[in-house]
């Protein structure tokens, strides 16, 4: 079992920055990929930014790259996504989510349903 928690939400202008944190508990996060969701009003939950534990490997959605970025902690179990330029159209309820078989390398892991461990989401709202 994984424990996921996000945190780091909150309300911005367009432009700023934001950094979202998401504390693992319950095992280490070896052979785990970890995957940052972002889920608007209406609209379907989507990946935007990855990473392979082990390797630190990142990957991300084209509505993201070179804005977010997706980094990892070893020592805390924590995985973090800082944000740049943030517009409007970022303003979502953020996960953080986890998975053995959301092989990024592979081209898996860009799908939700790839992902067996979920936190409950921060919300970030981004005005203009």
């Known amino acids: 079992q994984v424990q996921l928690a996000e945190s780091g939400g909150g309300l911005v202008q367009a432009g700023s920055s934001l950094r979202l944190s998401c504390a693992a508990s319950g095992r280490a996060l070896n052979s785990y990929t970890m995957g940052w969701f972002r889920q608007a009003p209406g609209k379907e939950r989507e990946f935007i930014a990855g990473i392979l534990w082990n390797s630190g490997s990142q990957y991300y959605a084209n509505s993201v790259k070179g804005r977010f970025t997706i980094a990892r902690d070893n020592a805390k179990n924590t995985v973090y996504v800082q944000m740049n330029s943030l517009k409007p159209e970022d303003t979502a309820l953020y996960f953080c989510?986890?998975?053995?078989?959301?092989?990024?390398?592979?081209?898996?892991?860009?799908?939700?349903?790839?992902?067996?461990?979920w936190g409950q989401g921060t919300q970030v709202i981004v005005s203009s």
């Open positions: 989510a986890a998975g053995r078989r959301a092989h990024l390398d592979l081209g898996l892991g860009y799908s939700r349903h790839e992902y067996d461990y």
